[in-house]
């Protein structure tokens, strides 16, 4: 690993990007040729207030230091999704936060001293998404009826504070911050609750005509764990430490409102984060494989984690991890959507067998209890993943970020992807064609 986190970015510039910004509506129009009903995207946080909001607190407040550009461009984004037959499903912060609340270069070079700590500053930040959840609620009530409030919290935290790394490193990019760790995750179940709560009391529009003006959710990267040798104890409990740092304590939190603020073991009730989820998205990809170390090598949050570190980036590809990923939801007792899922390389001639392969055992979970409501392939269009920028694809259809035009063209995995959606089912020939794994 390297010692500068600054080194795993790809230097790739945004300009570049795949203008879904001003091509949502040929966009929509593609996921409705692949016989989709339904597309997960996101609002920016900073694009809605560029600017701080911390003596604002009614709506009229808020809205008069909003942009009103980007409030009326997301109108025209869900009335272009609506006229498509699209139903969006809204995550309000996919981990980017506006530059008033997180100086992420400055807390990358000086966090102890950096103004604007992002989460870190846990009381200004809980209460200033709060905000922007019940003014977004409000604003886009008539029009959207399914919320989900963070994307992939550990995302944030570890990345973040913890191992910044060439797989994924997120701001402010700092290591081994074990106190900044914690506080980042229990501000995130914090953030979430209060913005249940203001979504709940902003969005009174039943949009979609089913009784229920919203449902509100989280969507978290959740990911079975096996030890390296099934056969050594020493693995075996590190996967167990690791399942229990990577999915049971914060889901613990967010569905039960059990906080383990220390990492270690120690849980604490709160009552006022508990019962404050409809759902909760799944997203999964791959299976970290762990191994077990003499001796911890984090040793402040001990005794949670006499794991090798270094063997979380052996991944591989696992179709079977969806079924006990589904499963988690069902041992929760809350309803869940597949809100990610797809092949790293959507190029790959590989794609659609992982895609297949990882449906076939979805459709085992669903019959086996797992109450699943829907399923996202992530994602529609190439875009930017991070740190790595343009250098993984992971789109249906291909971006030519070099064109002016940003040119689409439908891949392989697209084209199978169109056929199971309009089948409702994984046609029987592509059962044959991609065997069980």
């Given at each position: 690993m390297t010692s500068d986190p600054l080194t795993h970015l790809s230097g790739d510039r945004l300009s570049d990007g795949p203008g879904h910004w001003e091509l949502f509506d040929s966009d929509f129009a593609r996921a409705r040729s692949l016989h989709l009903s339904a597309f997960r995207l996101s609002i920016d946080w900073s694009r809605?207030?560029?600017?701080?909001?911390d003596d604002a607190v009614t709506f009229e407040q808020l809205h008069a230091i909003a942009n009103l550009r980007s409030v009326e461009h997301y109108h025209a984004v869900f009335r272009?999704?609506?006229?498509?037959?699209?139903?969006?499903?809204?995550?309000?912060?996919?981990?980017?936060?506006?530059?008033?609340?997180?100086?992420?270069?400055?807390?990358?070079?000086?966090?102890?001293?950096?103004?604007?700590?992002?989460?870190?500053?846990r009381e200004r930040i809980v209460r200033e998404i709060a905000k922007y959840a019940g003014f977004v609620a409000q604003e886009y009530g008539g029009e959207v009826d399914t919320w989900a409030t963070l994307n992939e919290p550990l995302a944030t935290s570890l990345p973040g504070y913890l191992f910044p790394s060439p797989d994924r490193s997120n701001p402010p990019a700092v290591m081994l911050r074990y106190a900044d760790v914690k506080t980042s995750i229990v501000a995130q179940l914090?953030?979430?609750?209060?913005?249940?709560?203001?979504?709940?009391?902003?969005?009174?529009?039943?949009?979609?005509?089913?009784?229920?003006?919203?449902?509100?959710?989280?969507?978290?990267?959740?990911?079975?764990?096996?030890?390296?040798?099934?056969?050594?104890?020493?693995?075996?409990?590190?996967?167990?430490?690791?399942?229990y740092l990577w999915n049971s304590a914060f889901l613990n939190g967010v569905i039960r409102g059990d906080v383990d603020a220390k990492l270690d073991g120690?849980?604490?009730?709160?009552?006022?984060?508990?019962?404050?989820?409809?759902?909760?998205?799944?997203?999964?990809?791959?299976?970290?494989?762990?191994?077990?170390?003499?001796?911890?090598?984090?040793?402040?949050?001990?005794?949670?984690?006499?794991?090798?570190?270094?063997?979380?980036?052996?991944m591989e590809e696992y179709p079977r991890g969806i079924y006990e990923v589904a499963m988690l939801a069902r041992n929760y007792g809350i309803p869940a959507v597949i809100s990610?899922?797809?092949?790293?390389?959507?190029?790959?001639?590989?794609?659609?067998?992982?895609?297949?392969n990882h449906l076939r055992w979805l459709a085992r979970a669903i019959r086996d209890g797992a109450p699943i409501r829907g399923?996202?392939?992530?994602?529609?269009?190439?875009?930017?993943?991070?740190?790595?920028?343009?250098?993984?694809?992971m789109g249906l259809y291909s971006?030519?970020?070099?064109?002016?035009?940003?040119?689409?063209?439908?891949?392989?995995?697209?084209?199978?992807?169109?056929?199971?959606?309009?089948?409702?089912?994984?046609?029987?020939d592509l059962l044959e064609a991609y065997p069980e794994q």
């Open positions: 809605i207030f560029p600017v701080a909001t272009s999704l609506r006229a498509h037959g699209l139903e969006p499903f809204v995550t309000l912060n996919h981990q980017t936060l506006p530059l008033w609340i997180h100086d992420s270069v400055g807390c990358h070079r000086d966090i102890d001293h950096c103004s604007n700590r992002g989460w870190l500053d914090e953030a979430h609750a209060r913005m249940y709560d203001a979504i709940k009391l902003a969005d009174l529009v039943d949009a979609d005509g089913d009784g229920n003006p919203s449902d509100v959710g989280l969507v978290y990267a959740a990911n079975p764990v096996a030890p390296k040798n099934p056969n050594d104890p020493s693995d075996v409990r590190a996967a167990e430490h690791v399942f120690n849980v604490v009730h709160r009552s006022d984060l508990e019962h404050r989820i409809d759902f909760i998205g799944l997203n999964y990809y791959t299976r970290p494989v762990i191994e077990g170390r003499a001796t911890a090598q984090l040793p402040e949050l001990s005794p949670m984690t006499d794991f090798n570190l270094l063997s979380i980036g052996t990610e899922n797809g092949a790293p390389n959507a190029a790959d001639p590989g794609a659609p067998r992982y895609l297949v399923y996202y392939y992530w994602s529609l269009i190439d875009n930017l993943e991070w740190n790595h920028g343009f250098g993984i694809r971006v030519d970020n070099r064109d002016v035009y940003k040119k689409r063209a439908m891949r392989e995995v697209g084209a199978t992807y169109a056929r199971i959606a309009a089948a409702g089912v994984v046609p029987s």
